[in-house]
Structure formats: structure tokens, C-alpha cells
């Protein structure tokens, strides 16, 4: 592995070491504060005062260790099972997702094609998401629901790789398109259904930071792969698998393991959960390297599909970890929660046409939504053709993979603090700095001449989407009526990473075809510091300020 990216997974192993000693310090305070006040308790009539001191002391120490929220109510070994999950299921798709367009270009087909297939999954995300979410929300299972569309959709993306010709790509981005709709906002829901209280919820960035992390590991990963083994290898032969087994594939399923077993050691369901991982590792790695016997070697972009199918392996068992137990309980170290868990499930539901007029009332609601589309065609332009940008100022996948794991340091920090972020700055000012952040960003690709001259604009990246995604998701879960969070979130989705995206990938496909990627960028930066001006002033000339909505009920 290349020196430099043995510098940055030292990096990420500090960062998550880090996070890991705050929330042990953190709940060794709590819990000597806690002690305290039981001690004091215990000595008679006269503890009222030092109570409250001691009162005074923990809420501080809430306030300064946790940005401001309270001890979450979840169970250790659930926030455990919540950080797992976020890290290896945004890894699996940092080894893939960044890389898509790339591929597809690698392939021969020009920037319109390119652009059809980025806007295949965006459009279908838009169409499919919401009916997810009613479905998800009416059988009132969102585990289960989550569990099928993850399995089928991964079939379905690893057929992507199969074979070259546009039709066949348009159809399997498609099926992997409607059936991963509702992955991410179904993992969303359900983390946020376990931090309770309204204090927990500002905690939400700090689980979330975890799929930022894993997100760059997993695209720093496949760039170091792109690079040892380049598509345009002349090696055709390849070894025996007894005589010369591959161990690359060997050390990473060992690593995910080792990571899976040390994430759940104090958590019997998960450590079974880690057993079974081993032995699908252990026999994907067989089958691989039977096939790499038979055939030849991979080489180039098939290690970005075989990446993600690894990484996937413990997602699918961390889903499982959630799951209701028998009889109603609550899910994974939640026993403690039983009885508000089924509160929670009695909550009166909102029918789902009443809950639509009463969003389409809503002004904030639809200024919202509004934006969050303005921002997801931003992004359909820029996510699709950044790469592209970058190979076209001779990028390599290694140049790819650290500019990626850039974005997901520099993202980190904005996901630890995005709860207080929030709510100093207000959700409109988050809006507001996420388009300008990209107004920034195109004209940093477009006017770049080396691959590294792209170092700030994926730093922003990482920063700007992790203040506006909690923002964001924080603002939907909140306003959502009685029985319709799951919705609502994937409502959210719909309108960024569906209707936004897919425009934003079809117009930035044509502009690109016929003017190239840098002036696409030009352009596309000044529409949107062009919009920003005008939304900036329709804000300063309301009368109240924007998204003060507390919630929408009938």
C-alpha cells in the first residue's frame, strides 16, 4: 500500500480512537456525577442544595461533552450496533458509488450516457422512495422492510458490473435503483426512533459521523486497488489458487472481522452476528479465489464491486440487530425501553392524504423541500462529473481515493457538532452556506490543473453535506405528522437524492457533451451564487423567520 494512504488510515484510526475516548470520558463523568448525587442523597434533610449543584454540574457536563444534548436512553450496546452499522454500510458505498461515473466513462460511453445513468437512480429514488416509506410506515416494520430492499439491491449492483453495453447498465442501475430507495432514510429512521427524546436526536450527527468515516475508508481503499491493479494490466494468466492464493482479499475480510468482533464485544446478539460474518467471509473469499483460479486475475474497477459486496456482509447482520423481539419488545438493548417502544408503536398514525395536504399547507414545509431539491440538482451535476474532472487533469484511482478520504475527515467534525450547529445557526442559515459551499466547489473543479488542486472543494464537500444531511433529517423527523417519520424522511430523499440528482445528472450531462466539464462547472457555479443572492434576500424580507414550524399535526 502506498505510503500515503497508510498515512491516512493512521489518520482515520486516531479520529475514531478519539471519538471513542470522548464518549468514555464522557460516560465516566456522567456516571461519577451520577453516584454523587445518590451519595448526597443518602445523608439526610439537608442535601436539597448540593442535589441541585450536583444537578447543575451534570447538566454541564452534557453541555460541553455531548453539544449540548442529554445521556442518551439508548442501551451501550446499541449505539455499538448504530456506529457499526453506519460505518460499514457507508464504506461499502464509498468503494463503489464514487467510482460509478468513472467506470462508465472507462467504458467508452460519452458524457450524455453517462449522465442518462447518473440520472437513472436519482429519478427512480424520487418515484420509489415515497411509496417505500408509506409501506414502511403502514406495516409499521421498518426493519423488515429495510432487510429485503438491502439484499435485493445489492444483487442488483453487483450485476452493474457484469456487462458494458448502455441498455443492459440502464436496466440494472434501475432495478438497484428502486429497490436501494429507501436504504438510507430507513437507517435513518430507525437510528433516530432509538434516541428518544428530543435532546437525544441532536445526537443523530454523532452516529452519522460514522458513516462519514467509513465512507472515505472504503473510497481510500478501492483507490489504492485502482492503483495496484490498473484496468489496462497486460497480465492475462493467472496462478493456481492452491499454489498462489490471493492475499489481499484475505486481509480484508480479516480486518472487517477483527473490526465487527471488537465493535461487539460486550453484546452477545452481535458477537453471534460476528461468528456468522466470519464464516460468509471465509466462504466469499473460497469462492473468489476459485474463481480468480479458473479465470485471471481482477484487475481495475471489479475490485470496486467485489469491495462492496465484503463490506456489505456485516451491514446486512447489523440490520438484524434491530429487529423486534418476539412479543413486542424493543429491538437490540433495548429491553429497558419496552414499554415506550410500544407507546411508540400505539402512537395514532396520520392518514397518509391528510398528511400530504397538510405538508402541501405548510410553507416552511415546502420552502424546505424546495431547497433541499435546489441542493440535490447541485449535486447530481457535481457528483457525477467531479471524477471526471479529475481524470481529465491526469487523477489516478489513487489521486481519487485520497481526495475522497479527505472529504470524509474534514466531514467528521461537522457531523460531531451539527446538532448545536443547528440549532445556533437555525436550519435556513445550514441551507443557505450548503449552496454556497457548492458554489465554491465548481469553480475550485473547473479552474483546477492538478488533481490535488481539488483538496478544498472535496474538503468542503465533506463539511457542507454533513451540516446540511443532519440538518436536514433532524428538521423532517421533527415536523412529521403522528405515524409518518419513515415517510417523511424519504420524502427528503426523494426530492435530493431523486428528482434533484437526476436533473442536476441530465443537465450536467449535456452541458458537459457539448462544452466540456470545466465551463459546465463555470456555469453551474454562477446559477447557483445566482440563486443564493435571491433566496438570501427572500429571507431577510419575511416576517418570521423560516423553518420555525415545530411540528404538523391534523
Known sequence: MPRIHKISFLFVAAAVLSIDRVESLHNADAGAAIAHQRHLQSKGPNRSRTTNHVR????????????????????????????????????????????????????GHPGSSIGLLGAVKPLTTFLAAPLWGILS??????????????????????????????????????????LNAPVKSLIDSIVMSKLTSEEDRHQFGRMRLWGQLGFGVGSSLVGSLLSAFPADSNENLAPSASSNPDPTLG????????????A???????????????????ELIAMTRDLLGKTRPLKGYEWSFLTHAVLSIPVFFCIRAFRPEKGGAAGLGDKKNTKQGKGEIEEKKTDIKEGLRLLAKNLDALIFFFLVFVIG????????????????????????????????????????????????????????LSL???????????????????????????????????????????????????????????????????????????????????????????????????????????????FSTLSIHP
Not at 146 to 151: E, K, M, N, Y
Not at 252 to 261: D, K, M, N, R
Open 264 to 282: 461487539s464485544e460486550s453484546d452477545a446478539a452481535a458477537e453471534t452476528a460476528a461468528v456468522s460474518t466470519h464464516k460468509a467471509c471465509t
Open 377 to 432: 440538482t447541485s449535486s447530481g451535476c457535481i457528483e457525477n462529473f467531479a471524477y471526471v474532472r479529475v481524470r481529465e487533469v491526469g487523477g489516478t484511482g489513487n489521486n481519487m481515493g485520497i481526495l475522497r478520504l479527505v472529504s470524509s475527515l474534514a466531514g467528521a467534525p461537522m457531523f460531531w457538532f451539527s446538532g448545536p450547529v443547528t440549532e445556533a445557526l437555525g436550519t435556513d442559515v445550514v441551507l443557505v
Open 251 to 262: 486481509k480484508l475480510a480479516h480486518h472487517i472481522e477483527v473490526g465487527i468482533e471488537v
Open 56 to 107: 447543575r454540574t451534570r447538566s454541564s457536563l452534557h453541555s460541553v461533552d455531548r453539544g449540548g444534548g442529554k445521556e442518551t436512553n439508548a442501551s451501550k450496546s446499541t449505539l455499538q450496533s448504530m456506529r457499526l452499522l453506519y460505518l460499514t454500510y457507508y464504506a461499502s458505498l464509498g468503494a463503489l458509488l464514487p467510482y460509478l461515473p468513472v467506470y462508465f466513462h472507462s467504458l
Open 436 to 546: 454556497l459551499a457548492y458554489v465554491a466547489r465548481f469553480f475550485n473543479y473547473a479552474w483546477m490543473s492538478h488533481p490535488y488542486h481539488a483538496l478544498p472543494a472535496e474538503a468542503l464537500r465533506g463539511m457542507s453535506f454533513a451540516a446540511f444531511w443532519t440538518s436536514g433529517s433532524m428538521y423532517a423527523h421533527k415536523i412529521s405528522p403522528p405515524g409518518m417519520k419513515a415517510t417523511m424522511l424519504l420524502i427528503m430523499n426523494a426530492m435530493y437524492g431523486g428528482l434533484g440528482q437526476s436533473l442536476g445528472a441530465i443537465i450536467g450531462g449535456k452541458m458537459q457533451s457539448k462544452m466540456g466539464t470545466a465551463s459546465t462547472f463555470v456555469y453551474s457555479g454562477i446559477f447557483d451564487a445566482c440563486f443564493v443572492g435571491a433566496l438570501v434576500v427572500y429571507l431577510a424580507s419575511r416576517s418570521e423567520r423560516a
Open 137 to 178: 410506515d403502514r406495516s409499521n416494520n421498518h426493519v423488515s422492510t429495510l432487510q429485503f430492499t438491502f439484499v435485493s439491491s445489492l444483487i442488483f449492483q453487483l450485476l452493474v458490473g457484469m456487462y458494458s453495453s448502455l441498455n443492459y447498465l440502464i436496466v440494472t442501475v434501475f432495478a438497484a435503483a428502486l
